[in-house]
C-alpha cells in the first residue's frame, strides 16, 4: 500500500555532488522513520542512513559519514539524501525504505528493519 519513488540518480565525476529524493505516499509519512541504502552489482544491499520519524537522530554507515547527509520534509512527504565528495565506490542504486513502526525512538540500520522499499534510482560516479 505504501508507495516509495525515488529521484535524482544520474552520472556524475568524482568529487562532485547528488540530491536524492524519495516521495512517499500515505498520510502518515511524519510518522515513521527512513531509511537510504545500496546496491552495487554482485554486491549485497548495505545500509547508507536513517532518520527517525521527527528528524531528531540519524545515523549514517562510516563510508559516508561526513560527506552524506539524511533529511526530511514531512509536510511534503520527502525524505532526501544529499551526497557529497562522491567517489567511484560509491556508485550503486539506491533504495528508499520506510519502518513498519510507528514512532520508533530506535534508528534502524539493517534491511529486516524496513518494510517498505522503492524501485530505486541509480548513481554513477566516473573515476
Known amino acids: 500500500q505504501v508507495q516509495l519513488v525515488e529521484s535524482g540518480g544520474g552520472l556524475v565525476q568524482a568529487g562532485g555532488s547528488l540530491r536524492l529524493s524519495c516521495a512517499a505516499s500515505?498520510?502518515?509519512?511524519?510518522?515513521?522513520?527512513m531509511g537510504w541504502f545500496r546496491q552495487a552489482p554482485g554486491k549485497e544491499r548495505e545500509f547508507v542512513a536513517a532518520?527517525?520519524?521527527?528528524?531528531?537522530?540519524?545515523s549514517y554507515a562510516d563510508s559516508v559519514k561526513g560527506r552524506f547527509t539524511i533529511s526530511r520534509d514531512n509536510a511534503k512527504n520527502t525524505v532526501y539524501l544529499q551526497m557529497n565528495s562522491l567517489k567511484p565506490e560509491d556508485t550503486a542504486v539506491y533504495y528508499c525504505?520506510?519502518?513498519?513502526?510507528?514512532?520508533?525512538?530506535?534508528?534502524?540500520?539493517?534491511?529486516?528493519?524496513?518494510?517498505?522499499w522503492g524501485q530505486g534510482t541509480q548513481v554513477t560516479v566516473s573515476s
Open positions: 525504505a520506510q519502518s513498519p513502526v510507528r514512532r520508533a525512538v530506535v534508528v534502524r540500520t539493517t534491511t529486516d528493519g524496513y518494510a517498505y
Open positions: 500515505g498520510r502518515t509519512f511524519s510518522n515513521y522513520g
Open positions: 532518520i527517525t520519524w521527527s528528524g531528531g537522530k540519524t
